[in-house]
């Protein structure tokens, strides 16, 4: 049964021509975006845990699929992919234990959340655990590595302390999990533990959830530790039914070392044992004792080690993406694609729920009016991912299999990993989509207020924090958008209201992130009860959807892509790196380099001015103009990708290595003279000439983008 049908009410629209594309229509649509839809549809999706591949996932891919070709979508269609699954063992749960120095255990941790909420208890909820960490069982020493950056590691080898054969113990929330383990496993490391610190730790039992949205001492950051997006057996390919997959031994993306999350509950049980030199203050948390670095613990424990238990196992399944699409009057052949991932660690109120939800009110009501005779301009794809949780699994084999399509065809991919975990409006985007976004923003109302808009509560909120920089941020990975924009060049935008950090400021993301805890209560206890935010929500990214798709002249603004490259291009040009480019005798190529993106430049604010000033152009002239607007970013595409990184290929947008969840500009050429730092005096040849080749390689691009949007 389609748990929709009830929701077919007939809506007040006013009957609308195939060619209507006016600022009352767009209205007129976001004005019908239903919180009590949106409601409905939540409660169903959180109803049971649904991660990737499980039965409940099964379900809720027939839902979707069912929903939206009742809507009235023009196609809806599955694209199957091979997955490798990796899941906890729930006869044998991962576990911490303390030996003693007999070797007995004097204590363990606990593998699951406490039960709270008879609501919250479900028998297919999966154990905390760390996927794709290895099955393993080592003791050793702990050593606190602070977040685990590169930033800790270095200052950790300036006090002298060695990771060679030590478990490393980190918190969580400063850079992606498997970026933690990569740089333990690098440094000799035979094991890492995580944990999510508390916002505050001496609180009582009603400041916890369930009575707050504060983070119960129990609650456990499940997460992936993968090193790369996608399949790992079939790393730059699509893995469509039949395709070739590598063995798992060939896999260049799993870790090596065993990896497990526990509670902050359980990291105070280590902390208060921990011995050796004082931890620095910047790395003080608050827990009620002394932070030491290790390794091992104190005079009292000194002999007791720390035994790491993972039995985690592989398994093969297939799942799907769920495709609609809403086919365009004027240009069919150009796409503005709009999805969410499904898949959850558990309920997933939040995370990423909130975002389903909105998507499938978007769909709902597109569907209804292109029932009434109504069509965009362009198509419209509108796509409900899987296994995003594991490695941005259905987004890259998306991608991937239909990258010669994206590459051509795609003008932007809207994104709703979530939607809802606070007030603050956070929006992501690339350089030339930031007119749209600000103008989606002016549109739509701040929630609780009478006539203040979203931008303009954005706004104020800057200006309290003190922060003067962009409103927009630019394109992180760890989102689907990633292999969108970092692999085929396509431009993104991905919006979530967020914590408000002049009450919060020391909220990572949100407390029960990945935890039990993200449940429906505590999302209509304490972020959303009327779902306001979350209708704002889908209306802000509905906005940007269909101005893209209405309009005559793609609105892209390539001024703003010029100003990202110049700041970023003068950050870059500090003295370290003029002292390093000049050991490495590519100043003449840095040179060259600018020159060309001085070119560019010019090009580029010649070519806005013509856009500006084309008005009712014969349609083989717009349609011109348009594929050069669409097609620009692709040219900051490097086929054979980022050095050393084949599957992130933007030149310009993309994570750094320190930090897959990060965003960098000129990402290959940071990297490499950040490198320079690390490398020996033996191998710094070679290091140059990788960094020349690089800047040739960008000198190179910015000119061929210069020709391409050359006036003809």
């Known amino acids: 049964m389609n748990h929709f049908v009830g929701f077919l009410i007939c809506l007040p629209f006013s009957q609308c021509s195939p060619q209507c594309k006016s600022t009352k229509d767009l209205e007129e649509i976001l004005s019908h975006l239903n919180a009590n839809r949106i409601e409905k549809m939540h409660q169903i999706l959180t109803k049971r845990p649904h991660v990737a591949g499980s039965k409940q996932d099964r379900k809720l891919d027939e839902l979707i699929y069912k929903s939206w070709k009742m809507f009235g979508l023009d196609e809806v269609s599955r694209s199957t992919y091979d ?332 994104n709703n990993d979530l939607c809802t975990f606070g007030s603050i409006v956070s929006p992501m985007a690339s350089s030339q989509l930031k007119d749209v976004v600000n103008e989606a923003l002016k549109s739509v109302l701040q929630p609780g207020t009478e006539n203040q808009t979203t931008l303009e509560h954005l706004m104020e909120y800057k200006s309290t924090l003190g922060q003067k920089g962009e409103l927009i941020a630019p394109p992180a990975s760890g989102y689907d958008h990633a292999p969108f924009i970092f692999y085929a060049g396509v431009p993104i935008f991905n919006v979530e209201f967020a914590t408000d950090r002049t009450k919060y400021p020391e909220v990572d993301l949100y407390p029960a992130y990945h935890t039990g805890f993200d449940t429906l209560h505590l999302f209509k206890k304490f972020y959303d009860p009327d779902y306001k935010y979350t209708r704002a929500c889908a209306q802000i990214s509905a906005h940007v959807v269909l101005n893209l798709a209405l309009s005559d002249i793609i609105p892209y603004n390539l001024d703003h892509l010029v100003k990202m490259i110049r700041a970023s291009l003068q950050m870059i040009e500090n003295e370290d790196s003029i002292k390093k480019l000049t050991e490495a005798d590519a100043m003449e190529l840095f040179s060259q380099l600018k020159t060309q993106i001085d070119l560019f430049s010019l090009e580029a604010e010649s070519f806005m001015q013509l856009v500006r000033n084309t008005k009712n152009s014969d349609p083989i002239r717009q349609r011109g103009l348009n594929d050069k607007l669409m097609l620009v970013e692709r040219i900051f595409i490097i086929e054979k990708g980022l050095p050393g990184r084949p599957t992130i290929r933007h030149s310009i947008s993309s994570p750094p290595t320190s930090n897959a969840y990060g965003s960098s500009q000129f990402p290959g050429l940071v990297d490499l003279l950040q490198s320079l730092d690390e490398v020996e005096v033996k191998d710094k040849v070679q290091q140059h000439d990788l960094l020349k080749r690089h800047i040739s390689d960008l000198m190179i691009i910015f000119k061929q983008a210069t020709s391409f949007i050359k006036q003809e």
């Open 83 to 414: 997955f490798l699954f990796s899941l906890p063992n729930i006869k044998q749960p991962n576990k911490v234990h303390v030996l003693d120095d007999k070797g007995n255990q004097v204590w363990s941790s606990k593998h699951k959340e406490d039960s709270l909420l008879p609501s919250d208890e479900d028998p297919n909820f999966l154990h905390g655990y760390h996927a794709f960490s290895p099955k393993g069982d080592v003791q050793g020493e702990l050593v606190f590595v602070h977040r685990g950056t590169e930033d800790d590691h270095r200052q950790l080898k300036q006090l002298g302390i060695s990771l060679e054969g030590k478990i490393c113990f980190a918190r969580s929330g400063g850079i992606y999990r498997g970026d933690i383990v990569r740089l333990c496993e690098n440094a000799g490391a035979i094991g890492v533990i995580t944990f999510q610190a508390p916002i505050k730790y001496n609180i009582s039992v009603d400041e916890m959830y369930p009575n707050s949205f504060r983070l119960h001492p129990s609650g456990i950051e499940r997460g992936s530790v993968i090193r790369e997006f996608g399949d790992p057996l079939s790393p730059d390919w699509p893995s469509i039914p039949n395709a070739y997959r590598l063995n798992v031994k060939e896999s260049k993306a799993l870790p090596k070392i065993p990896s497990q999350p526990i509670g902050y509950g359980d990291a105070l049980e280590l902390i208060s044992r921990m011995g050796g030199l004082s931890a620095p203050p910047e790395w003080a948390t608050d827990f009620p004792v002394e932070f030491k670095i290790g390794p091992g613990f104190s005079e009292n424990d000194q002999a007791w080690k720390v035994q790491l238990v993972v039995n985690n196992y592989l398994e093969d399944k297939n799942s799907n993406n769920i495709v609609g699409i809403i086919r365009g009057h004027e240009e069919p052949d150009r796409y503005i694609a709009y999805g969410n991932h499904r898949d959850a660690w558990g309920y997933g109120a939040i995370d990423p729920s909130s975002g389903t939800a909105a998507l499938m009110e978007v769909a709902f009501v597109l569907g209804y009016m292109r029932k009434k005779g109504w069509r965009p301009r362009r198509s419209i794809v509108l796509i409900s991912f899987t296994t995003e949780e594991f490695y941005l699994g259905g987004s890259t084999e998306f991608v991937y299999e239909n990258i010669h399509l994206i590459k051509n065809r795609f003008l932007a991919y809207v």
